[in-house]
């Protein structure tokens, strides 16, 4: 997967487990909320490791810091124009 | 604590600059209904708290509205990049600009500078959670008003998430709300003891 | 899940003087990207604007 698809996919699975959890701090006892949450963060947790491994550290004082240099001050950042994917290529516009 | 994660919550990349949209979308990062409001007014009234989970939803949703605010300042930044003077006049921009620059700086639309007047954090806790309720409306109907100043497709797109997860958060402080409720109508039991303060309510 | 709704139609009013938002109940989740676009997971809080 190249560096927008592996992004696209981990922004994806990151929401879904944030509208999870805010649902599951109100219905602490959903099993079948439980069960899919779980599902999205296994599932994030290894693109996260993989685009870490390909395209540098997604945190400042957690992520391994896999060459030479400290690459966590790399360029671009998220709020550059060049960091982010379209989220365009519509499936279905509504 | 907090912890930054180097993405954003949703991307934001926006090909055309406008400055005079950049004036009215600032208002949702230091307007009176803006996010880094929002963040504060949960943060600040998750210690005065009294069930677990709205502890955590005014802790999470709080949490959320920091990624918001990013997102607003994010595309006033990139509404606001590579311009010149003729451009900055003609958009109205012009007075923001002997202020901050191309900066991104908390202020609302009308430029008055961010304040704590806008939110409350009474120490009740039903009474805040109302005031979040309003504060979730509030913010969707600034996202209402600012989608009808746009066409552009890259700009309405994060409006819209932004303007969704307003609605879906008051979904969720009104279920705390019934938590809370219930709490002090001591309905229910529940696990955490009732601290000595609350009692004979 | 045949017959799930997503919320109770008759909410149990206790007292005067409050404000009731119906609790949600899962029933579907959204495809996963869809969710994102539509900024939630949860069809039945979807709201289209415009």
Not at chain 1, 16 to 28: G, I, K, M, N
Not at chain 1, 41 to 70: H, I
Not at chain 1, 73 to 82: A, F, G, H, I, V
Not at chain 3, 25 to 36: D, G, I, N, R, S
Request: proline residues 6%; contains cysteine; charged residues 30%.
């Amino acid at each position: 997967m190249d560096r927008d698809s592996i992004l696209k996919r981990l922004t994806v699975l990151d929401f879904l487990a944030v509208d999870l959890q805010l649902y599951l701090d109100s219905h602490p006892d959903c099993k079948e909320g439980i069960k899919k949450y779980n599902e999205v963060v296994n599932e994030a947790d290894g693109l996260r490791e993989q685009y870490e491994n390909l395209y540098g550290p997604l945190f400042s004082y957690r992520s391994y810091s896999k060459k030479d240099q400290f690459n966590w001050t790399d360029d671009p950042w998220p709020w550059e124009m060049c960091f982010n994917f379209d989220i365009a290529e519509k499936e279905a516009e509504n | 604590m907090w912890i930054y994660e180097k993405k954003q919550e949703f991307p934001v990349k926006i090909k055309t600059q406008n400055p005079a949209l950049a004036k009215l979308i600032i208002t949702q990062y230091g307007g009176p209904d803006g996010e880094l409001g929002a963040s504060l007014r949960y943060l600040s009234q998750r210690y005065s708290a009294v069930t677990p989970q709205s502890k955590a939803i005014l802790n999470d949703i709080g949490t959320e509205e920091l990624a918001h605010l990013e997102m607003i300042g994010t595309m006033c930044h990139q509404l606001s990049r590579d311009l010149d003077p003729d451009e900055i006049k003609k958009a109205g921009f012009d007075s923001y600009f002997v202020d901050h620059g191309c900066g991104v700086y908390p202020a609302s639309a009308a430029g008055v500078p961010f304040t704590a007047a806008y939110f409350q954090s009474k120490g009740d806790p039903l009474t805040d959670l109302y005031e979040n309720l309003a504060a979730e409306q509030k913010a969707r109907s600034t996202y209402e008003y600012l989608m009808k100043m746009t066409d552009d497709p890259d700009v309405l797109e994060p409006l819209r998430f932004l303007r969704e997860r307003e609605i879906v958060h008051f979904q969720r402080f009104g279920e705390a709300l019934e938590g809370v409720r219930e709490y002090l109508d001591q309905k229910r039991q529940f696990v955490m003891p009732m601290p000595e303060s609350m009692k004979d309510k | 899940m045949a017959d799930c709704t997503p919320f109770d139609k008759t909410i149990t009013v206790t007292k005067l003087a409050q404000a009731y938002v119906p609790i949600q109940k899962l029933c579907t989740l959204m495809e996963p990207t869809q969710a994102l676009l539509a900024g939630t997971v949860f069809p039945e809080l979807v709201d289209i604007y415009k």
